[in-house]
């Protein structure tokens, strides 16, 4: 006799709920259910998620009974356990749920949920007279649409409560429950064609040719591409996708098929990768004195520390070094890491790891499809995947962020470059994770190296490696022969004076593009603001535009004729006159880079111009398309905000032009200067080419201000000195850490009170660590009113138990009945 074990299994669903949720296993998928596999399982009334296996176990949960998982999506597991601990990290480090990590971190096209529906039963013999009125509704609706949702069967009931009603009908036998989720993932199947056997022989070949040019031109058309695909011309074989072979032929796909009746050609299909992978070409990369040095001397530290910092100035060519160490780890049958601030970064960066290690380099963003995106995990997951006749197996993935969380087997170097970026740190949705730390953490649990590279290093960073926690290198001469460029600065509070700007042009300035352009070089406009124009601004009684959902002005942008808001995305078109006084005195004030893009053309009619903002890059190859043309030379001046920036290589800029470096300093927050210096550094870094020094003019109204000067001398120590004095008097980062604590309500009175409440109940169990609660300089956003209180916490072994304090704070904090409705948000360690 068989004893039937009763097995039960906690399931992490992506919800931002705490802890996972306890079901019970039915007895015939007890040999299939496996740790990290997906189970679809009912949740709440109606709803049905694609869950995680955390843990199978005998205990039955106490106080209720268990439901039962409705199926397993996977024969596999797709998460595996050193991912569960790299989100339970995440999750208690970043004071948020595991479903929350698990949310962020899986593809969207394994993240599956849905509403339970009902449908008629096969069996089922409907007799309308025996029906009620409500039964009849919902059958006529089911014949209809096949499918409804629990939701839509309420409306159309007009039932609040349908669930009765339904379970009358089940036991009826009319309808039946459907809680399955579909699995969406599809290999990429790809239809060849080939010659069938029997006319592979010349002679039978040849009867069909001549056949083909006497009746069917078309036919024969199509015959002549295949031999010319197929590479029957050049002795080669090469199989032959269906679309390449009929698209040249005019009415090609019925010539196909008649081919294919006559039993000339045969179709199959194969499983092909998403992706085009580039062949291998070169081999090993030269390093010059400068460089070699630094990757000696990393591979000497990596012996005794976790983690080194590269400090080598703009075009230094850390590039080549991470390529050197990138092949070191691989040889060594490891894999390999790079980190990337910006998706934009990517399309140039991976062409050159290509060249080097050809499909062995995959790239891994959100801009990918979502076939695509699991398509990159599943290679990871299982070692590699099916093409054709080939098996793509990746050893070094590229990506932003969100590439961390692929499911990694031996994970040997993590690169993480421009490492000062912040666009490593997520801010919203939770977790607000740095990509930055979350790497190192994650080095540290694989036995993994970390390398941050960076020009600019972020002040946390430099002053680890100065400490000796982090290992140091440096590279202090630009690769190549080039020269470091020649910072020069406008003063625009003169050059407006004298009424001698051409727009937003200082002469200095717009002599140099001049001369530029004549010599064929290229030239570079940074302004960190995208529109066409910040604010619209009654001359008559000072009226602006502010967003109804937000506490801020709407930006005009001129290509769509409308009035935005950055925040949430609300638009409407521009007044004609004022809707306060009537005045038609309405005045575009302030410039954003689509301005600067449409001006350009009244002074260089000849240039091409390409603008890269957040406007002009929201498609999948936006960036890419951007980027080539530029790097091509099919574009004369680039005009962008702060994606510019980002480590991309062009060696034919003799310009960058800073238009306003003023925005940067005057923003109200510690890191400000710091950030100004990283910014204008890193843009300056896109002048120059070999033998010929570029030139960057620094537009400002404050000449002499500290940091403007730290850049033009290319002084980062100074920079470095000066503000982490500042940050030690004031006990900032890296001395202390922060947690910002956010209250958001929709009532303003609600949102002070409880503001209020929380600050003081937090400041009892941290006092003098509390300062707040404070409205951000943008206090409402989508109608969220939002108030601001930052705790510092000493840096100490008792960190982590402190950050478990605040959270049990906030948690009691929301069990109260009045409090419930308001939205607390964790951010540790803001930027």
Known sequence: MVTRQTLFADILLPLPLQGCFTYRVPFELNDRIRLGQRAVVPFGRNKVYAGLVKQIHEQAPAGFQAR???????????????????????????????????????????KLAGETRIALSPAARIQSDELTE?????????????????????????????????????????????????????????KYVRLAPAFSNEKKLKDIFDDCEQKAPRQLQVLMNFLKLAGSLEGEQKEVPRDALTAPVKGGSAALKALEKKGVFEAYETVKSYFDHLPAGEKDIQLNSFQEEAWQDIRKQFQEKEVVLLHGVTSSGKTEIYIKLIREYIERGQQVLYLLPEIALTSQIIKRLQQHFGNRAGIYHSRFNPMERVEVWNNLLHGGVVSGDDTIRYDLVLGPRSAMFLPFHDLGLIIVDEEHEPSFKQHDPAPRYHARDAAIYLASMLGAKVLLGSATPSLEVYASARSGKFGFASIEKRHGGLLMPEILVADLRRETRSRSMKSHFTPMLFDNITEALAKGEQVILFQNRRGFSLRLECEQCSWLPECHQCDVTLVYHKKINKLKCHY???????PADCPSCSSPALKMKGFGTEKIEEELPLFFPDARIARMDLDTTRSKNAYRRIIEDFEHGRVDILVGTQMISKGLDFDNVGVVGILNADNMLNFPDFRAHERAFQLMAQVSGRAGRKNKRGKVIIQSYHTGHPVIQQVTENDYQGMYRQQISERRKFQYPPFTRLVMVTVMHANPDLL???????????????????????????????????????????????????????????????????????????NVDPV
């Open 68 to 110: 039962y998982i409705h199926t397993l999506l996977d024969d596999h597991p797709v998460v595996t356990q050193q991912q569960f601990s790299f989100w339970e990290w995440l999750a208690a480090y970043y004071l948020c749920t595991e479903g929350e990590v698990m949310a962020a971190a899986l593809p969207p096209a394994m």
């Open 134 to 190: 409500k039964e009849q509704a919902l059958v006529a609706a089911l014949k209809a649409n096949k499918l409804l949702t629990l939701s839509e069967a309420s409306d159309t009931t007009s039932l609040p409560k349908v669930i009765p009603l339904i379970k009358t009908m089940i036991d009826k036998g009319i309808i039946v429950i459907k809680e399955d989720l579909e699995n969406p993932w599809r290999p990429r199947l790809v």
């Open 568 to 574: 949430c995305g609300y638009s409407t078109m521009p």
């Open 752 to 826: 002070n009170d409880a503001a209020e409440e929380l600050t003081e109940q937090i400041r009892q169990g941290f006092p003098k660590k509390v300062f707040g609660p404070e409205y951000p300089s943008v206090s409402r956003v989508r109608n969220q009113y939002i108030k601001n209180t930052m705790v510092k916490l000493d840096r100490s072994p008792k960190l982590a138990s402190d950050k478990r304090a605040l959270a049990e704070i906030v948690r009691s904090f929301n069990r109260e009945q009045r409090w419930k409705p308001v939205r607390v948000i964790f």
